[in-house]
């Protein structure tokens, strides 16, 4: 059975740029959260999608967004970036609803912002 | 606003010897989480404890929890290099319909020969 996948493994971009990665998670998953794993400061939670709708928001300006698909799979966007952006981003799939048993993180996408 | 603090944030051990990783939280949870991710690697789930006094144990590792004290710990038994890792203890805050985990900072392992 495959895990959560991320895609893509490392991207790059300028300041001001857009980043879009995007995440597929365990089939049969409901859930997905994203997360910011930057240099020095843990992981910050982000976003989290159920069903198609973002049900729950972490301490981030609104130039982070994202939704989730029909299919699950989900994509975060980040407008404007800043160089405080770089981070590895973490997905994380659950299939319980309201009972977070338990998150199967992704690999990650590195994003730098040059 | 929940807080969870680990310490040490750094530890260095010889193969062989016992040590504990340290998780604090700050407000009532009814679930902890511990994680450990290698180098580049995403985080591989080890323990989810549920209730006071849960312990769970794999291997070398062993974990606990109390609510009381708002405490969790990481027992590492006999370390060998392979646990060499950063191990992270997350909580979920019992608030219905929030669904996120709050992490702590992590515990750089580094097991030495």
């Known amino acids: 059975e495959a895990g959560v996948t991320q895609s893509p493994t490392h991207l790059i971009k300028t300041r001001g740029q857009q980043a879009t990665l995007r995440c597929s998670p365990i089939?049969?998953?409901?859930?997905v959260y994203w997360y910011q794993q930057a240099l020095g400061l843990g992981l910050q939670f982000l976003l989290w999608?159920?069903?198609?709708?973002?049900?729950n928001r972490g301490n981030f300006p609104p130039r982070f967004s994202g939704r989730q698909f029909p299919n699950y799979s989900s994509e975060l966007n980040v407008n404007a970036l800043e160089l405080e952006d770089s981070a590895l981003y973490l997905c994380?799939?659950?299939?319980?609803?309201?009972?977070?048993?338990?998150?199967?993180f992704g690999s990650g996408t590195q994003l730098s912002v040059l | 606003e929940l807080k969870v603090e680990q310490n040490p944030l750094f530890l260095s051990m010889q193969e062989g010897k016992n040590y504990t990783i340290y998780c604090n939280y700050s407000?009532?949870?009814?679930?902890l989480y511990w994680y450990r991710q290698d180098p580049g690697k995403s985080l591989e789930s080890l323990f989810v404890?549920?209730?006071?006094?849960a312990v769970k144990q794999e291997g070398r590792l062993m974990a606990s929890l109390d609510t009381k004290a708002r405490l969790s710990t990481l027992h590492i038994t006999a370390a060998v290099h392979d646990l060499s890792a950063t191990y992270f203890c997350?909580?979920?805050?019992?608030?219905?319909?929030?669904?996120?985990?709050?992490f702590g900072q992590g515990t750089r392992l580094t097991i030495n020969p």
């Open positions: 997350a909580v979920g805050p019992i608030i219905q319909g929030a669904q996120k985990l709050v």
């Open positions: 089939s049969g998953h409901t859930s």
């Open positions: 999608y159920d069903e198609g709708e973002e049900r």
């Open positions: 404890l549920l209730s006071n006094g």
């Open positions: 407000t009532t949870s009814d679930r």
């Open positions: 994380a799939s659950s299939g319980n609803r309201g009972a977070v048993e338990k998150l199967f």
